[in-house]
């Protein structure tokens, strides 16, 4: 099997469930940093700020600094300062993880002849945000979101996640927003600009077929499926877009790859 240079590791299902982390996950995490093999955490959060995740992850008894995540919401600051001029004004409906992101890259807030609307998963969603949002992108402004997820794993089931409110946004305005998060290859791009390694060099490691997986294909790079969150193993096999390697945990599939 092929060494890697560099992964990218999902979160929730891959290095976590619910509030605990997976045993088998932190090891390879441990592996990883012993070997000072690169990797960075990359989410389709946008809610959180990266201190915020690494607080979490830390709290949950994986020692994590902020510069190893890698949100949706970051990667959405990133894609727009190569689209607009320094300083542009947005729209944002979002919590504080994209306001601080689209703030720390210079972007302006203002609900006033927007030159993007930017959205991610916000609880006070409303009709007001909602009318703004259209009437923005019907005037011409760029239409990005964070992500596209149409559910929000939580501890008693799934919550409408942001997809849910793009979806508002696109019938509303009539357009299609452009996603940064997985399974497209923004936040790949992002993650691997970071990181300073090639697709071809990388290992894209997650759960979820359609987000983690997919991304890996979209981004033409190989992939990892763990069996510790949300996808089986018959799921894999029934897959129209297939994961390089199937393990079912991070820890076996480490252990086994030689
Ligand atoms: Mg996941």
């Known amino acids: 099997m092929k060494d890697y240079e560099a992964y990218l590791l999902d979160l ?11 045993p088998e996950a932190v090891r390879f995490v441990q592996a990883l940093r012993q070997e000072q093999i690169p990797f960075l955490y990359l989410t389709n ?5 990266p201190q915020e ?11 994590t600094e ?14 727009l300062q190569q689209q607009l001029p320094p300083g542009s004004s947005l729209y944002v409906i979002g919590e504080d993880g994209l306001c601080a992101a689209l703030t720390a890259a210079g972007f302006v807030l203002d609900p006033k002849e927007p030159q993007a609307v930017v959205i991610g998963i916000d609880r006070a969603f409303t009709y007001e945000k909602l009318k703004v949002a259209s009437q923005a992108i019907r005037s011409g402004a760029l239409f990005v979101a964070t992500n596209a997820d149409a559910a929000l794993p939580c501890e008693n089931g799934l919550l409408p996640g942001n997809g849910a409110l793009v979806a508002a946004v696109r019938t509303a305005s009539g357009c299609e927003p452009i996603v940064i998060g997985k399974p497209h290859k923004w936040i790949v791009d992002y993650a691997l600009k970071r990181l300073g390694t090639s697709s071809a060099q990388t290992l894209i490691v997650g759960d979820n077929l359609n987000t983690d ?10 992939s990892l ?3 510790t969150g949300y996808a089986t193993a018959a799921d894999a096999r029934q897959a129209a877009i297939k ?3 199937v393990a079912p945990d991070l820890w076996s599939w480490w252990t086994g790859r030689r």
């Not at 976590?16 to 997976?22: D, T």
């Not at 902020?66 to 894609?79: L, P």
């Open 45 to 49: 959060n946008s809610s959180a700020t």
């Open 66 to 79: 902020a510069n190893e995540v890698c949100t949706s919401s970051m990667a959405a600051a990133a894609f």
């Open 225 to 227: 499926l763990v069996l």
């Open 12 to 22: 929730d299902g891959t290095i976590y469930r619910g509030s605990r982390v997976i």
């Open 213 to 222: 997986i997919e991304a890996g294909h979209n981004s033409g790079m190989d």
């Open 243 to 245: 994961p390089t390697y």
């Open 53 to 63: 995740v690494a607080a979490r992850l830390t709290g949950m008894g994986l020692p």
